[in-house]
């Protein structure tokens, strides 16, 4: 009898948070379509169980002999949470539910070096004991699956640290951009002076009356990073324990093994322009399927079929204020106001999803938001919600959609670029900037903010906003958005991509 060929495994570790994790569940359902005999296993923390269970069941609907994926749960505490503990314990200026206070004012020398100091933590969010913990469960999950490759978050230090440790076959899978690898091994030592630093805000190429700030900047977080005292205490802790060196994303560019090769959810028509290193593998983006709108919600493909829908979504990590959506508010009905006086104008329509900071009222006729949009809220030409059941890249694939109003965050410049649509960005974080050059480099949308930065006001939204809805501008913009999402049909979708690499580095086993 014929011996039967063993199947291959595959262990994808990574954080819990979505915005990471979400490469990691959109890559497995692409690895199990192209693979269905592959045995897949996902560690991470408590909190994800549901949406990995998902993933599986989605696959075999359509893919029956897909085998399920099994869950590890990973003992420790979360990235988030420990970030929480950290900052509280630094004494690093925060507010409940946001990110040290550095992250959401302007660029600029003193806040860009207080958020760059502040950064540290990201990268080593746990002390002694919580990385021992976390590291111990994660090496023992690895040694129990004896998986044939293990595709880490890039962003883990725990995973990273652990995979370096045991010395076994992996490879990096990051939602981030390729500048985030490839600026330190530009020619030229152009990392330092040309290509913007972190949190610098700075467009491409770095001005030259702004490359001292920028060198300085790459410098100091340098500097910030050797004299940080969690990392060096976690790091001596580290040792003294488990005889492991602390690894961390730095080593990735710093100290990586020949044959590591990252995979990032980008490519290069996305990103500045930068030599990109061999090991460097652009996939595109990688983003979650999301079932059609007229499948998962037709009264709203109904409404969005009545005309041009602007679809404005800050996110559930960036709350507004009354006075901040007053001058959405106001950006909006100038918008609208404009473009309905137009020969031959559209019924322009606003799907707003909003996220309140603090208690106040938007669709009461007498409240503040409802004095400024009442009418169009009347006529149901400018819908105003806390929850919209659809994903986002739904919406934006719907054809309705003519523009996308954004914090400026990757998933959500990846999503509107995969669906060619324009976007204007509102930055609200101090990472966010760097998207929001990014398209107006491209040419496929523009800063709504860059004046009035981290905020926003209703004349130069407004005027941003009309740029890429009305006139020649708007044209322009429109046919290089749809080039570049044309582009990135033809590199093929971001996640088949990555899957394909990861199966290409976990060959079928011979007997």
């Not at 005889?243 to 996305?270: F, H, Q």
């Amino acid at each position: 009898m014929a011996s039967q060929t063993p199947p291959r495994k595959i262990l994808f570790l990574t954080n819990v948070e979505r915005g990471e994790a979400n490469v990691f569940l959109a890559t497995c359902d692409a690895v199990l379509r192209l693979a269905p005999s592959i045995r897949l296993h996902f560690a991470t923390f408590s909190g994800l169980e549901d949406a990995v269970a998902s993933v599986g069941r989605h696959v075999r609907e359509s893919v029956p002999q897909a085998e399920p994926i099994t869950f590890h749960k990973i003992d420790g505490i979360s990235m988030e949470d420990s970030l929480k503990q950290l900052f509280k314990r630094e004494k690093v200026p925060t507010r409940a539910g946001y990110p040290p206070n550095s992250y959401l004012e302007r660029p600029g020398i003193i806040n860009t070096t207080r958020a760059l100091r502040d950064t540290i933590p990201v990268f080593v969010p746990y002390n002694g004991p919580q990385m021992v913990e976390i590291f111990s469960s994660i090496c023992e999950t690895i040694k129990k699956v004896d998986a044939d490759l293990v595709v880490v978050n890039s962003l883990m230090t725990p995973g990273l640290t652990a995979c370096y440790h045991l010395g076994i076959k992996f490879t990096c899978l990051s939602p981030n951009s390729i500048k985030d690898f490839a600026a330190a091994v530009q020619p030229k030592a152009a990392g330092l002076w040309k290509v913007p630093a972190l949190f610098s805000g700075y467009t491409f190429p770095v001005p030259w009356y702004s490359r001292p700030a920028n060198i300085y900047y790459n410098i100091y977080g340098l500097f910030a990073w050797s004299r940080d005292n969690n990392r060096k205490q976690t790091e001596k802790y580290l040792a003294a324990q488990t005889g492991a060196t602390l690894r961390t994303p730095m080593d990735l560019t710093t100290n990586r093994p020949v044959w590591l090769k990252i995979l990032v959810s980008s490519l290069p028509e996305l990103d500045f322009p930068l030599a990109i290193p061999d090991y460097l593998i652009p996939c595109g983006p990688i983003l979650r399927d999301a079932s059609p709108i007229p499948e998962s919600d037709p009264k709203l493909e109904e409404w969005l079929a009545r005309g041009p829908t602007i679809y404005l979504n800050l996110g559930s990590i960036c709350p507004v204020t009354e006075g901040q959506a007053i001058e959405l508010a106001s950006a909006l009905k100038i918008v609208l106001d404009t473009l309905r006086v137009q020969p031959k104008a559209q019924n322009f329509q606003v799907l707003w999803k909003l996220k309140k900071l603090g208690n106040y009222e938007v669709l009461k006729p007498g409240s503040s938001i409802g004095k400024v949009l009442g009418q169009y809220i009347k006529l149901d030409s400018v819908r105003i919600v806390d929850w919209i059941q659809v994903e986002p890249i739904a919406i934006l694939q719907s054809g309705h959609a003519v523009c996308s109003v954004h914090h400026g965050g990757a998933n959500s410049f990846n999503e509107a670029v995969r669906a060619g649509v324009p976007q204007v960005i509102l930055p609200q974080w101090i990472d966010c900037y760097d998207y929001a050059e990014r398209v107006e480099m491209l040419g496929i949308g523009r800063l709504g903010s860059r004046k009035a930065k981290p905020r926003w006001t209703a004349n130069e939204l407004s005027q941003e906003l009309l740029y890429v809805l009305q006139g020649e501008s708007a044209i322009g913009v429109r046919q290089k958005a749809n080039e570049i999402a044309s582009l990135c049909d033809k590199n093929g979708i971001g996640a088949m991509v990555a899957a394909q690499t990861l199966l290409g580095e976990c060959p079928e086993k011979i007997l």
